[in-house]
């Protein structure tokens, strides 16, 4: 058996949505809800190499290039970008360079926390929602800390203040890692990242 990562995670979302619609016999869902674990779990173990790593569907993760060293992202295979959540959205030149700012709110539920943002501007693209909506959005180039590993990426500029996450990692940003999507927060919190929450937290109650 020789899986890609998205073979596996294919499969295991198409058993899941088999299971749900599924109306016939106890015996056939067991069938399906037996295959799809052999199936992830095989899958998982024959294709990992020493580089890759094991993450859940949610993860904290860090964007040093905009000083975010903590913010909690969604995994979201269905997309090939990830976005992020950002308001107050302004493009300005810089020496001749385009440049977008920007405000975030790091942590989830909490509109007081802001941070202020700014990055090259890269390009700005039409880009469709999980309900089909078209938005033109910035996009930028930054830099994604997952565990130990760094990637450059790109990343669009979207107010997702009415949705639970704060981020979506797309596929690009995704590599080197394996998704388990029955766990979360696989990656532990770095010292510097619970340091970084609880001053965040001390910072909403001032």
């Known amino acids: 058996m020789n899986l890609t990562r998205i073979d596996i995670m294919s499969d295991y979302f ?12 106890l015996q056939e869902k067991s069938s399906i809800w037996i ?9 998982m173990t024959e294709n990992m ?23 909690k992202g969604k995994i979201d ?16 030149k810089r ?20 941070v202020s943002c700014a990055a090259p501007l890269l390009d700005k693209r039409f ?9 033109m959005r910035c996009v930028i180039k930054t830099t994604i800390k997952m565990g130990a590993h760094e990637k450059e990426i790109e990343l ?9 996450y704060r981020m979506l990692i797309g596929r690009e940003a995704l590599k080197l890692f394996y998704i388990d999507p029955s766990q979360s927060y696989l ?20």
């Open 14 to 25: 198409n058993c899941n949505r088999a299971l749900k619609h599924c109306k016939n016999s």
């Open 77 to 92: 295979t269905g997309a090939k970008t990830s976005s992020l959540h950002a308001f107050d959205i302004k493009v300005v």
């Open 95 to 114: 020496s001749g360079v385009r440049w977008v700012k920007f405000k975030v709110h790091p942590i989830q539920k909490n509109n007081d926390l802001v």
């Open 127 to 135: 880009v469709t929602d999980s309900g089909g909506h078209k938005e």
């Open 35 to 43: 295959f799809r674990e052999c199936f992830y779990n095989v899958g």
């Open 156 to 164: 669009t500029l979207t107010n997702r203040a009415t949705m639970k």
């Open 187 to 206: 990656l532990k919190k770095s010292m510097k990242q619970k340091v970084y929450l609880k001053e965040l937290k001390s910072k909403s109650k001032a």
């Open 49 to 71: 190499d020493k580089k890759s790593t094991i993450i859940g569907f949610r993860e904290w993760i860090s964007l040093p290039d905009l000083d975010m060293v903590a913010i």
